[in-house]
C-alpha cells in the first residue's frame, strides 16, 4: 500500500527519512532534533567530513530515474571517503525543494539514497527540507580512518607511478548516474600505506590531475592514449569528460609491481603515468588538459 | 588593493577561503583535499552534526547585504548548537552559485560568514561550489559537548516550566538577517543540567513548540498574552511569524527560581507557561498555532 500523500512538513520528513534502514553505531541521536549527536570515534581513529550536492539540469535531469539522482547523490560523497581511505558513518541530506513538491520523486530518490546507504552501512544522522525554485541535494557525510592513514592530495613524489581504478570518459547521458564508488579499493590503497597520494576523479584527468600536481608541488607526465577507456571514447573525452568517480592515485616506483600483483578487485588499475621534478614541464601527449571549470567553463559539458 | 576577478573556479574558491581568519583545533586537514580531517573528539566529549541552508529569494533578498545573508546561513547551524547546549568546531560550505557569479557579492557573504565564525572559533572544513540557477548555501557544522550533557527535544516533563530567551515576532524584514546565536545561554544552561529539553525557535513558537511536547510526549499550556515581544508584534505573530533564532526550553518546576537568579546573560529569559500531562488538551490561549510550514504552506510569509 503507497503511503498517504503528505499534509505538512513533518509528515513529509518522516515519510521520507522511514525508507532508510541503515545504521551505523556511530549515531547516538539521528533526525528528529535540532542536531545529531556521534560517539567519540573509536581510540586510534580519525573523523572525515565531506559535503557536495547535485543540483537539477546540472548534475541530473527532470528525466533521470530518480533512484540513480539519490544513488549520484550520496555516491559522490562516498566516493571522497574512498579517495581518503575512509570509511563512512553517517550523512546529512539537506533538500532544496520546490513549493510544487514532486512527492512521489523524493521518495524514489530517497530509496536510491538509502539503497546504497545499506550497502556501506551509512547511517541517516539529519537533515533539513527547505523550499527552492529548483529541485537540489546538498549532502555532508562524516567517515572514520585510523590516525596517519588517510591519503591526502599532497604526498607525490617526482618518480612515483601515476595510476587510475577502472575506465575513463563517456560518463554522459548514464554512467555518472550509476558509479560506484571506489570506497574498498581506496580503503586497501591508504591501509597498505602503497598511496602516496590518492582523490577521486570528479571534474575530469584534465582538472584533478594537475590539482593533485600542484598540491604535492610536483610535474607530471600523461601518455592520453595509455588511458584505459570507456567503449567509444576518445583519449580526449577520457581526459577532459569528467564524472569517472575513480581514483587517481600515486605509488613508489617500487611498490607498483607489488601493488598490481596483490590488488584484490575486479576494478582494472592502470599505470597511467608518472610524477615528474616541478622544474619539468607537465607533459600530456598533445592533449589538451581542460577538464571541466563548474563556475568560469567556456567548454560545454554534454548533460547539460 | 582588492582581488583581482578570478579566472577559474579554483582561484575563485581560493579568494573567497581567504577571508575566513577562525581557526579550530580540531581540524587537521582544511579546504584543499577531498574530505576535511578532524582530530578524535575530546576525551569526555562527542560530536554533534548539523546542516542547514539559505535559498535566494525564500531566506534572502537580492537586495539583503550579502554580509547579512553569509551571517545568517551560519547563523542558523550555530543556534542548533546553542540549542544542544554545544561548542562549535567546524564549518563546510556548499555553494550554488550560478553561471554569472557575482563574485563581489560571494566575498561580501564570505566576510560575513567569516566574522561569524571568528567569533565562535568555527574553523572552515571544507566545501563545494556546484552551479545552480538560483544561488544557495548550505553549511554542514560540527561542534563538540560533554557526554551526557546534550539536550535534546524529548526531556520535557509535565509541570516544567516552559521558557524563552529574548523577543518574539516581526523577524522580517531585517531581524532574521541578523540574530546572535544563543550559545552561551545554551552553553550555560546544559552545562549545569537546568534544561530538561531545548531547541531553537527557527519556524515560530506555533510549530516549534508542538514539535518539542510531541517528542517529549507531553500536553502545554502558553498564554500568548504573556510572550516577550518585539515592538509593535501581536501575540499572533509572536506565535506564528518564525525565524526567532531564540531558544525554548524546560526548566524543572522547582529550579525555576534558581535559573532566573543565577542567569548571568544581558539576553532576557521569560517563563511563558507550563508543559501538562499528555492527556490535557494544548492551551493556547486562543490563539492559532500554526507557525510556518516549508513545503505545504499556506500562509505566506512576509519576507517571500
Not at 541517516?124 to 572514520?144: D, M, Y
Not at 592515485?249 to 588499475?269: H, K, M, N, S, Y
Request: glycine share 10%; charged share 25%; proline share 7%.
Amino acid at each position: 500500500m503507497p503511503p498517504k500523500e503528505p499534509r505538512t512538513e513533518d509528515e513529509f520528513i518522516e515519510q521520507l527519512t522511514d525508507v532508510w534502514k541503515a545504521e551505523n553505531a556511530a549515531i547516538l541521536w539521528g533526525p528528529g532534533d535540532d542536531c545529531a549527536l556521534l560517539k567519540p570515534s573509536t581510540v586510534g581513529y580519525q573523523r572525515v567530513l565531506k559535503t557536495d550536492a547535485v543540483v537539477q539540469n546540472v548534475h541530473f535531469q527532470p528525466t533521470d530515474a530518480p533512484e540513480d539522482v539519490g544513488h549520484k547523490a550520496l555516491g559522490r560523497v562516498l566516493s571522497d571517503f574512498g579517495a581518503m581511505g575512509a570509511t563512512p558513518e553517517s550523512a546529512l541530506i539537506t533538500i532544496g525543494i520546490p513549493t510544487r513538491v514532486d512527492v512521489e520523486f523524493m521518495r524514489r530518490c530517497y530509496r536510491g539514497m538509502a539503497r546504497l546507504a545499506s550497502r556501506w552501512k551509512v547511517g541517516l544522522a539529519g537533515g533539513e527540507l527547505v523550499r527552492s525554485r529548483i529541485l537540489w541535494l546538498s549532502i555532508a557525510g562524516t567517515g572514520i580512518v585510523r590516525r596517519g592513514q588517510a591519503v591526502s592530495r599532497k604526498g607525490a613524489k617526482p618518480g612515483d607511478a601515476l595510476c587510475v581504478t577502472g575506465r575513463l570518459g563517456g560518463a554522459f547521458p548514464e554512467r555518472h548516474l550509476k558509479f560506484e564508488p571506489r570506497l574498498p579499493e581506496g580503503q586497501w590503497l591508504a591501509s597498505r600505506n602503497y598511496a602516496t597520494s590518492m582523490m577521486d576523479l570528479s571534474d575530469g584527468l584534465g582538472k584533478d590531475l594537475p590539482r593533485l600536481a600542484r598540491a604535492s608541488g610536483v610535474s607530471f607526465s600523461v601518455d592520453p592514449s595509455w588511458l584505459p577507456r570507456h567503449r567509444g571514447v576518445t583519449p580526449e573525452q577520457a581526459v577532459n569528460d569528467g564524472e569517472d568517480y575513480e581514483l587517481l592515485f600515486t605509488v613508489r616506483a617500487g611498490q607498483i609491481d607489488v601493488v598490481r600483483r596483490l590488488w584484490p578487485f575486479e576494478t582494472p588499475i592502470t599505470v597511467i603515468g608518472q610524477m615528474l621534478h616541478p622544474s619539468e614541464e607537465n607533459r600530456t601527449g598533445g592533449v589538451s588538459f581542460s577538464g571541466f571549470d563548474h563556475i568560469f567553463n567556456k567548454r560545454k559539458r554534454r548533460s547539460s
